[in-house]
């Protein structure tokens, strides 16, 4: 395989993974950031980002000098790379637009300095068109646009990399592509090279395809609970059939974190702006609107035997505050939506998280106490809610949880902990879609 000179603009979870490991893979990387102490901290090799082997891969690719971190994007580009990869930030804008406003100030920044033959890699969850909009803003025909989408689960984004179960490229230029596909050459893995359209559309068909399967098996779930069905054996029992698959088959209080939202509602914009209403997405958004409500709901029954009682002044424990096991990322957090909501109905909130520590600055933690133990946490609480699924929570003492609760109950919206356990302490469990 060829070492491809490589400059990587943005250090979060994109950027900083597909650096390091493409770094791994034998290339000789630059990653640029604007921020001049994360840029000196990853220099040093210190990693803020809670990611599994990511730490690693950073220090062995600086000691093996294949790895390197400049400030700001023309620094990376004075590297004459073969190849950058946009990996900037793409926020919601207004009306669930995709906001480019970042990726649009670096074109500007490194439009003259491109060395001739470079091609340009939107990695960014981009709208269709953007690498058009590129190719025009850089206004340059010995440079090429190509749109690389990534595939990546925060928690896992480092083995997601290296374990692909596709490559997708897609621009007007077959060379260009080509030399991208190239750069993961070593994987092994299916290489679908298309038109740019296409690959930009690949990231929100995928990702709003599994919101989708997510909302339903939350509708799945409730509809175990009124039956008196098993969610547990239902979802094995379509998990089997090959046309479905076990993945995003697990019940849970709504899909949330830093993609499913934002692509959802990038793709209804995109829907709209082609005169398509898109229902199936709307509904899914709704659904997962709804699922979040109805945690609320399951407390409140579960606390004050009423679906109308009252949880003004109820303290309640809440086990998990990430959007998901193995980060400590707080965007979009499908735990804090339903936090927000218990506050607003009066309730006196004291969460853990393992990955948080009392003195984590968020707004968005604003409605809760942080505790950095589990015990002090649940202490006097009327309740325990189990919102996120770190599998630390299932080797809790639950019976010296069920000594310092007020009431020994346990919602766990995760169905993350064997309820015999549970029970044996003297907790009353309660689940998602179990009898």
């Known amino acids: 395989m060829f070492v491809r000179r490589i400059a990587v603009i943005g250090t979060g979870y994109v950027g900083l993974t597909t650096g390091a490991c493409l ?160 750069l993961y050459a070593k994987l092994g893995a299916p290489t679908v090279l298309t038109d740019a359209p296409s690959a930009e559309l690949v990231k929100y068909a995928a990702n709003c395809f599994l919101a989708m399967k997510l909302s339903y098996v939350n509708a799945v779930a409730e509809l175990c609970d009124r039956l008196g069905a098993n969610i547990t054996d239902v979802t094995e029992g379509m998990g089997y059939d090959k046309r479905i698959g076990q993945a995003f088959l697990q019940p ?90 218990l506050r607003q109905a009066g309730a006196d909130l004291v969460g853990y998280d393992p990955s948080l520590r009392p003195d984590t600055q968020n707004p968005d933690l604003s409605s809760v106490t942080v505790s950095d133990d589990p015990y002090q946490a649940a202490k006097d609480a009327e309740a325990v809610i189990v919102l996120t699924e770190w599998p630390e929570f299932r080797s809790l003492d639950w019976q010296r949880l069920a000594e310092s609760v007020r009431n020994p109950i346990v919602v766990d919206t995760r169905n993350l902990l064997d309820p015999a356990v549970a029970r044996r302490a003297g907790f009353e469990w309660i689940g998602l879609g179990k009898p």
Do not use: Y
């Not at 083995?159 to 007007?172: K, M, Q």
């Open 23 to 182: 770094a791994s893979l034998g290339h000789d990387v630059v990653c640029a950031d604007v921020d001049a102490d994360k840029v000196a901290r990853l220099t040093r090799g210190e990693v803020d980002i809670l990611e599994p082997g990511l730490a690693d891969l950073v220090a062995e690719g600086i000691a093996a000098g294949r790895l390197t971190f400049v400030l700001g994007a023309a620094s990376a580009v004075r590297h004459e790379p073969e190849v950058m990869f946009l990996c900037v930030p793409t926020p919601m804008g207004v009306g669930g637009v995709a906001d480019l406003s970042i990726v649009e100030s670096v074109i500007e920044e490194v439009r003259a300095l491109l060395p001739a033959d470079c091609v340009v890699v939107n990695k960014s969850t981009v709208p269709v068109g953007t690498a058009d909009r590129t190719e025009e803003l850089l206004d340059r025909t010995d440079v090429a646009v190509v749109s690389n989408p990534e595939f990546l689960r925060e928690g896992s984004a480092v083995f997601d990399f290296l374990n692909p179960d596709r490559i997708v490229v897609g621009g007007s230029k077959q060379d260009a592509a080509e030399r991208v596909a190239a």
């Open 252 to 341: 849970g209080p709504g899909w949330g974190g830093s993609c499913l939202p934002k692509d959802t509602s990038a793709m209804l914009q995109l829907a709209d702006a082609a005169d398509f209403e898109f229902r199936l997405i709307r509904a899914t958004i709704d659904t997962n609107t709804r699922q979040r409500q109805r945690m609320v709901e399951k407390v409140r029954i579960a606390v004050t035997g009423k679906r109308n009682g009252s949880l003004s002044r109820r303290r309640l424990a809440l086990f998990g505050l990430t959007f998901k096991a193995g980060t400590d990322d707080l965007r979009d957090s499908p735990a804090l939506a339903v936090a927000a909501l």
